[in-house]
């Protein structure tokens, strides 16, 4: 079953702050892997968080939340370990 993948606006000023290669590696992971199961390769967040999983990618992490009902993950942030989950 493949997923269909939304992105918040934000998401789009993330990636420019990123540099070119590294922004394939992220995309080539949303494409294999969240849109063919995000809920094998994501992990869940805790606490504030909770509700939202996050996939590992080198040293980024893509915050995303899942909807079953219509088969779709919406990515909502895209950025480094040590600051992605401030906001």
Same mark, same amino acid.
């Given at each position: 079953?493949?997923?269909?993948?939304?992105?918040?606006?934000?998401?789009?000023?993330?990636?420019?702050?990123?540099?070119?290669?590294?922004?394939?590696?992220? =995309? =080539?992971?949303?494409?294999?892997?969240?849109? /063919?199961?995000?809920?094998?390769?994501?992990?869940?967040? =805790?606490? /504030?968080?909770?509700?939202?999983?996050?996939?590992?990618?080198?040293?980024?992490?893509?915050?995303?939340?899942?909807?079953?009902?219509?088969? /779709?993950?919406?990515?909502?942030?895209?950025?480094? =370990?040590?600051?992605?989950?401030?906001?």
């Amino acid at each position: 079953m493949n997923w269909k993948v939304t992105y918040k606006k934000s998401v789009q000023k993330d990636l420019k702050k990123i540099s070119k290669d590294i922004q394939y590696i992220i =995309r =080539r992971a949303i494409e294999e892997k969240l849109m /063919t199961d995000p809920l094998k390769f994501g992990l869940p967040l =805790r606490r /504030t968080l909770k509700g939202y999983m996050k996939l590992h990618v080198g040293d980024y992490r893509i915050i995303y939340s899942i909807d079953k009902e219509v088969v /779709t993950v919406h990515v909502i942030k895209v950025g480094q =370990r040590k600051d992605v989950y401030e906001k």
